[in-house]
């Protein structure tokens, strides 16, 4: 039977398959099916007090808009026009017909990928474009890559950025211009002989039974393919197809997990209590722009809402940059909120805005109220052309006209208006746009629900797919998804920043629809996976990954003339594994494993087994298996080394006894390579170990995160990672005397060197009232050096847990080595720094009202990166009296 689902410009809410949840926490919300209806409500402005749309632009009963709300018809604009800033516009019509073995539908990242792979496995690949650019958001502005834990990125994904190395004469580069990442993607597709089709937007669908026979683009141009690829954010053609996939936040109680649903946490939250109401103390007055009335809902239930969108803005200091404009429709208003924060003492909405080559950066949201256009996006998932494309340029007013009110409007303090105004946009970026990236940053949309969910079971290593296709590693991690009140005051609802255990599979299971539902078609961005795993998976490597291996499934399931469901998952781990895909963690765990401990003492002996694992479907032969080790430590067999045979599936194992040598510093990293060699084949594998000289009494340590302490004398190493120290984030090492400052104390440090795994990476002294109480002691406050931009002194004002405000002693280059001194009298804290050791220069100081009178002092450092360990070297800590 043939039957044709049509997406009337856009997969309409009737083809979808919901998943029911129990009320009242529904995971799904009504959308709006015909075009136009999105497009007037936020033309109306902002929801009521109620949080519902004014009157003018409601939708009737049914769902449907009045009819004001139809479009008015406008004209094509050709390939040789510029439409300027928008999501959709017209395009001319392009009919005819293309077939191909493969169809990817999407001009992601992932669709990038997985048409190039597709196109190496010797298919024909007809790549079906959206907008006019290639790369989604690896080239719209997201230059600073979220990484995880780079180790575990491997394949085409590992491939793209040592080509954005080799343009920067480096091996691999995760920071990265966005006109470079485009013509990274421009030239890769036309490598591999990938036929691109820009500016063609999916209709509808052909069905025949339960495959996809053809995709129809507005255009009408029609693509016949054996095997197609959702590439795309939002799952357009997986919802076109009448897969089901779910909207919205689960409650914690449908998967069993911790950190779904409402979330009232510390991570970019308000840290003043602000007045919410236009008249302030006149609750009748209305509600200030950008809070919702809605309630706030209890923890872990689940909703319809998803985290929050923005554009990542590449901006520069240059002598040539682009003023920031002002956006049609700006209204001073929206910003109130804003200027009483800043009123209030806090002034943090740009500061992540991270170093890129060639004087650029890329700024994202950061603080309580920043580039994040939080609540404004509800119905991006399911909504039709003329919805999304009001949302998009909701945003764009949004998030210029913060821009522009933060550098031009007289309420201001003149210091931030100086700040905001040494920054603009770039002369060489998205000249087709003034300077402003194209594409909104589609976090979140909808998520298929596969025959597998990734949840946060899989993330905290409680379970793990027996199928993985690749590895995600970044934190879970959701922007906020409302502003509400609670207790009076305005409140962010949604943020989540917790680390995974460590690098994870994703399932085969969850880049394809339930068995039954589709069998060819298999899904790269929205994959199947709670809200709270999704946002550690939605990451560009990862999702460049999910491409890799939907490419050679798609090539298997058509040489094996198989629906995707039934690939077979030893051949597709094979064929992956063979293309230095990284499956399991550590690297090639499946096949060598490493039981080994993760520190090791100096001069002293331990055991380091090695167990290969045959996955081939025969037997191999000869096999021989060896450990590698840095020069000066010593490596001798316990077991034999070399098997004549072994048998699918069995296994073969190798002790040695291993002694490490003394470090250049007290701590150090060092890396064991294993290898496993047989007759027409072999494998590698690493295990990187941390070298320790012990830390001695009265000394001790403690840790928020991964980290290692030596010390050899009055020399003190800390070797860790840590992603920040700063509103609600709080992960450090170090090293400490328990209780040993009081009312009347003085610290000092040599700060000797800092890896510089980030511009903003920190080490230097601390006081805190109990450092093993990361995220909940208070009294506490630092005094710290960066890798550049010099110190800061910063500490937890407002009794939260975690530092908030800060001073700062700005340096280019940063000092190194630095001499630092903290220093306490009663309840002030005063930090001061000195080049030479002996002229001292005052940073400032602060009043610390929680400060015990017995505290914890000593040195901390904080990598300010996850993936990776950095090493801080300090000499001479004292503390007097």
């Known amino acids: ?153 491997g394949g085409l994904s590992r491939g793209f950025y040592r080509r954005l190395g080799a343009h920067y004469g480096r091996p691999e580069s995760f920071t990265f211009e ?48 054996g095997a197609f690829i959702d590439a795309s954010y939002e799952g357009d053609l997986m919802a076109a197809a009448g897969v089901g996939y779910t909207v919205g936040r689960e409650a914690n109680s449908t998967y069993g997990e911790t950190l779904n649903g409402v979330q009232f946490r510390s991570g970019h939250q308000f840290q003043r209590q602000l007045d919410p109401y236009v008249v302030p103390g006149d609750p009748a007055s209305g509600l200030l722009p950008g809070i919702s009335a809605d309630a706030p809902g209890a923890t872990g239930q689940g909703d319809h809402r998803i985290q929050a969108f923005n554009f990542r803005v590449c901006l520069t200091r240059a002598a040539d940059r682009r003023p920031f404009p002002q956006p049609p429709g700006y209204d001073p208003d929206r910003y109130e909120l804003l200027l009483r924060y800043i009123r209030a003492g806090v002034w943090d ?256 002996a331990a055991d380091v087994t090695v167990t290969f694992v045959n996955e081939e479907a025969a037997t191999v032969s000869a096999v021989r298996l060896a450990l590698a080790a840095p020069a000066g430590w010593t490596v001798t067999p316990s077991t034999p080394t070399e098997a004549a045979a072994v048998e699918p599936g069995a296994e073969f194992a190798v002790t040695w006894r291993v002694t490490a040598a003394a470090p250049a510093e007290p701590v150090a990293q060092a890396t064991l390579d294993a290898t496993v060699a047989y007759d027409g084949g072999g494998h590698s594998a690493q295990h990187v170990v941390a070298v320790a000289e012990p830390v001695q009494a009265p000394l001790t340590t403690a840790a928020s995160t991964r980290a290692h302490f030596g010390q050899r004398g009055g020399r003190l190493a800390i070797l860790g990672n840590g992603a920040d120290l700063w509103t609600g984030v709080d992960q450090y090492g170090a090293i400490f005397l328990d209780g040993a400052a009081g009312p009347a104390t003085t610290a000092t440090v040599t700060v000797v060197s800092q890896e510089a795994t980030d511009p903003n990476a920190r080490a230097g002294l601390v006081f805190r009232n109990d450092l093993r109480g990361a995220g909940t002691s208070t009294g506490y406050i630092a005094l710290v050096v960066k890798p550049a931009n010099g110190l800061l002194l910063i500490w937890d004002g407002d009794g939260s847990g975690t530092v908030e405000s800060v001073l700062r002693a700005e ?46 002092v000593g040195v901390l450092s904080c990598a300010h990166v996850q993936d990776r360990l950095g090493l801080a070297v300090f000499e001479d800590l004292t503390v007097s009296p």
């Open 1 to 153: 039977m043939i039957s044709t689902i049509r997406a009337k410009r856009f997969p309409a809410a009737a083809v979808r398959k919901v998943m029911r949840m129990p009320a009242p926490e529904p995971t799904r919300r009504t959308v709006l099916g015909a075009a136009g209806a999105g497009a007037l409500w936020l033309a109306a402005g902002a929801p009521s007090a109620a949080g519902a749309p004014s009157a003018a632009g409601a939708p009737s009963a049914a769902g449907a808009p009045s009819a004001a709300t139809t479009p008015v018809a406008e004209a094509a604009i050709g390939p040789d026009q510029n439409p300027g800033l928008r999501y959709w516009y017209p395009v001319p019509r392009a009919p005819g017909i293309v077939r191909t073995d493969v169809c990817v539908y999407g001009g992601t990242s992932a669709g990038v990928t997985a048409a190039v792979r597709a196109a190496q496995a010797g298919r024909s690949v007809a790549l079906v474009v959206f907008g006019r650019h290639l790369g989604g958001l690896s080239s719209a502005g997201l230059g600073a890559t979220d990484t995880g834990r780079i180790e575990s990125i």
């Open 178 to 225: 966005p006109h470079v990442a485009e013509q990274t993607f421009d030239a890769w597709v036309e490598e591999a002989g990938v036929q691109v089709f820009r500016e063609h937007r999916l209709e509808d669908v052909r069905m025949v039974g339960d495959r996809i026979h053809s995709l129809r683009a507005e255009n009408g141009k029609v693509f016949v393919a």
């Open 349 to 604: 909405a740009m500061r992540l805005n991270t170093p890129m080559p060639n004087g650029k950066t890329d700024m994202n949201n950061n603080g309580a109220v920043s580039t994040d256009n939080i609540g404004r996006n509800y119905d991006w998932p399911d909504g039709d052309h003329a919805t999304r494309e009001a949302i998009f340029q909701d945003h764009v007013t949004y998030q210029q006209g913060l821009l522009w009110f933060l550098a031009n409007d007289p309420r201001v303090p003149e210091a931030i208006r100086a700040e905001v105004n040494g920054w603009g946009l770039t002369n060489d970026e998205f000249p087709a746009t003034a300077g402003w990236s194209h594409e909104l940053y589609i976090r979140e949309a909808r998520r298929m629900l596969g025959d597998y969910v990734v949840t946060e079971h899989d993330c905290r290593w409680t379970v793990a797919a027996p199928d993985p296709i690749a590895l995600a590693s970044y934190t879970m991690d959701s922007h906020n998804c409302a502003r509400v009140l609670v207790g009076g005051f305005p409140r962010n609802e949604g943020d989540v920043q917790v680390p995974p255990a460590g690098p994870y599979g994703l399932s085969y299971r969850a880049i394809v629809p339930r068995r039954g539902e589709c069998s060819n078609l298999l899904v790269t961005c929205a994959i199947s996976a709670s809200h709270i795993a999704f946002g550690s998976a939605r990451m560009e490597p990862v999702f460049m990954a999910t491409g890799h291996a939907a490419a050679v499934a798609a090539d298997l399931a058509l040489s094996g003339g198989i629906a995707v469901q039934d690939v077979p998952y030893p051949a597709l781990r094979q064929r992956l594994r063979a293309d230095r895909m990284v499956l399991t963690w550590p690297p090639n765990a499946g096949v060598l494993t490493f039981e080994a401990a993760d520190e090791l003492r100096p001069a002293v």
């Open 811 to 856: 340096l280019n280059p940063s000092p190194s080595p630095v001499h630092l001194r903290l220093a306490r009298n009663g309840q002030r804290f005063t930090g001061s720094y000195s080049v030479d050791g002996t002229t001292w220069l005052t940073i400032g100081a602060a009043d610390l009202p929680t400060a015990a009178a017995t505290q914890d």
